[in-house]
Nanobody, 125 residues
Framework: QVQLVESGGGLVQTGGSLSLSCTASGRTLSPIFMGWFRQAPGKAREFVATFAWGSGATFYADSVQGRFTISRDGAKIAVYLQMNDLELEDTAIYYC??????????????????WGQGTQVTVAS
């Protein structure tokens, strides 16, 4: 069983930067996809960014393209999210997600098998 442990997040002013980390432990076979979603109060969980582990391709939501960067650690199963130029609308709980089953739904929550506990990101003016 895979477990995901997240770290990072916190409070930052608009225009600032934060970084998130997520490390997989347990039966850590390489994922198909590993990335980040977020959920703002009263809203559905939405896709942020993900890594296609085999190819190394990255995918981003339009709302974060150019501001957020997802990266990975080649020595372990971990992903990182560097968030720059943060906006009020980026305030949410950010969840790490692991897809162990081949699928094409990498932008959907249903495409992922394992979730982290979530970490709060708050952007204030």
């Amino acid at each position: 069983q895979v477990q995901l442990v997240e770290s990072g997040g916190g409070l930052v002013q608009t225009g600032g930067s934060l970084s998130l980390s997520c490390t997989a432990s347990g039966r850590t076979l390489s994922p198909i996809f590993m990335g980040w979603f977020r959920q703002a109060p009263g809203k559905a969980r939405e896709f942020v960014a993900t890594f296609a582990w085999g190819s190394g391709a990255t995918f981003y939501a339009d709302s974060v393209q150019g501001r957020f960067t997802i990266s990975r650690d080649g020595a372990k199963i971990a992903v990182y999210l560097q968030m720059n130029d943060l906006e009020l609308e980026d305030t949410a709980i950010y969840y790490c997600a692991f897809a162990g089953t081949p699928n094409y739904n990498y932008r959907l929550t249903g495409g992922y098998d394992v979730w982290g506990q979530g970490t709060q990101v708050t952007v204030a003016s």
